[in-house]
């Protein structure tokens, strides 16, 4: 199943050079449908106009982000830093509502952005 998601600019580019693997989100109605070996069309915001492709390895469920983290990084206090700043974007009543998410994925390839317009794949 091909699901559809926006990303802002720093984490969309991250994903795009290999940097970041697992995406963070709130484990909503939608992130719910989210399953291994889906793919997901991340957008680029503002403009939505450049998009990459990832296929989902696993999934990490846990009900807050300082509980997803710790059990991703050894580091307590790191943990709770990371789980800090998921509050600029998410906010902790959201959290307790609808639990957490790490979405571990891979780009489908790295010399390939996926470029949709009017069903168009195109290599770079």
Partial sequence: MLHQMKLNEDPFERIKNGTKTIEFRLYDEKRRKVKIGDKI?????????EKILVDVLDLYTEPSFEELFEKLYEDKELAKQKANAMYEIYSPENEKKYGVVGIKIKLVDNWFRYTYNKHEIKRL
Avoid: G, I, R, V
């Fill in 41 to 49: 069309e991340f957008s680029k915001l503002p403009d939505l106009q």
